[in-house]
């Protein structure tokens, strides 16, 4: 997905909201904003949004000293899910189609925000996501390509809501190789979160050998790549995976919850909707 | 109120709007961009956020050569809204407290956005605003000053709102001056709006002299600021006038939904809040 101009004025607040969880002060956060405008001056619109993300937050990292802002958040989130977890997987074990449920609670963990601050209702979240109607079902294709899957790739996104991806990958039924960040970046997984969710007990933790958002290939390890090429069925989770993967062939699978109005636009489904959305083409 | 950080994101994304309203294309929209990101790299934080938004709007009208981008949503607004007039009246001459009615009517005037696009339920709205508590209540305050006061000088806001002011100046029972901005600024009212919308039929309609949001009283003209020096009651409708004219004076009195987080920090109330608040100190 390319980058919008719509999303200028959302690089500006991550820049900020970066800098403050890094601990900066105002005049630091002001030299964030004024870098981040430089950067935004020249930038390809051609870029997806988190080629630029990774920049403003290349920049936060630098600026600021801090390699790792949301360091605390993330223990934090993975803390809080894994209280939860035995909760979620008693939900998932309900009645109905479990497959289809553990996917449900995958894309719950995409909604929930643990970060300080903020003020969510987890049940009240959780029991919109198990009904709330998918605005792209892309289920039945989802069955027959696991159907005939060896395996499966599955793109984390977040810290915390591993924890959710767990439920769906004990739902899968084949072995799972579980891709998270090489790096920090943002509030997004890595290795350490991934081992501190428990992942390894359900799938092969590694890491994508890059620490931008989402999946952006070019920055991946030769060995990723590899992987990538040749699974499959390929999960994607959250936006940012896909921003950066968006057609991306029929083995790959997006599961995202539509916070931002410009991939709303993108998808064509309304902001706040549910998403499982099988890629077109070649990979 | 300074402007903060917080507020810089929200000087791209209305740069954005408006150079979109004015009709630029993608290409003179980033051009906006890029001024604005300019402008915003020099500002001082001590200018309040509507005299950084004036430049703002300044360089979209040079920049696009259109010297009032939202000309037809005014017209719109207004026609809606006198449609409604009747029922807003209705309403404020319902049982109970007339004064506080009409007052709620106006503030409910500042939520309802008539731009296109914007899917709002007028009932809905008004219903609420009718019922909502005020997170600030200085309305005994208020009637103090009001029954001491030979005159008001009531500083609108939008068009549109206008016809809701009506209504609270119906209730006022004094003689009240009506003051709209000099020049087109964003979907502000000025006296061509004012007029259209009927307000010399309550009200004496004047100009403040000045096309920037909000009140900014270096900016107007000599008449507006000796009659601002003078008032009795001076009643300041919205954000914009809140952030220009901040504390102010006992005479004053802000009308206001608080729609902005960083407003509703300054003020100390929540967002979504409704607001009348007495100034402090001296005018």
């Known amino acids: 997905m390319k980058t919008y101009l719509d999303c200028f004025p959302c690089f500006l607040r991550q820049a900020l909201e970066a800098a403050r969880m890094a601990g900066a002060d105002e005049k630091r956060q002001r030299m964030m904003l004024d870098s981040t405008m430089a950067l935004l001056r020249d930038v390809p619109l051609e870029s997806t949004p988190p080629e630029i993300g990774n920049q403003v937050h290349r920049i936060v990292r630098q600026l600021t000293g801090n390699g790792d802002p949301y360091a605390a958040v993330k223990v ?5 899910a894994l209280r939860l977890y035995p909760r979620l997987r008693a939900l998932a074990a309900e009645d109905g189609d479990r497959l289809e449920r553990a996917t449900r609670i ?3 963990g995409n909604v929930i925000d643990f970060g300080p601050g903020t003020d969510f209702d987890i049940e009240e979240t959780l029991g919109s996501i198990l009904y709330q109607p998918f605005a792209i079902n892309d289920m039945a294709a989802f069955r027959r390509v696991l159907s005939e899957a060896r395996s499966v790739l599955y793109l984390g996104d977040n810290a915390g809501e591993t924890v ?3 439920v769906l990958i004990e739902a899968l039924g084949v072995p799972v190789t579980y891709a998270v960040k090489g790096g920090p970046i943002i509030n997004d997984a890595t290795v350490e979160d991934a081992l501190a969710a428990g992942l390894d007990e359900v799938a092969e933790v590694i890491s994508t050998g890059s620490d931008a958002p989402g999946t952006i290939l070019s920055g991946c390890s030769a060995e990723f790549r590899t992987l990538y090429e040749q699974a499959d069925l390929i999960m994607a989770k959250g936006q940012a995976n896909y921003e950066t993967l968006s057609a991306g062939g029929e083995q790959l699978f997006f599961l995202l919850k539509v916070k931002c109005p ?7 489904v309304p902001v706040g909707s549910i998403v499982l959305k099988q890629g077109r083409g070649q990979r």
Chains 1, 2 share one sequence.
């Open 106 to 108: 995958a894309i719950a």
């Open 76 to 80: 934090e989130s993975t803390k809080e």
């Open 262 to 268: 410009v991939i709303a636009r993108d998808v064509g």
């Open 164 to 166: 959710f991806d767990r």
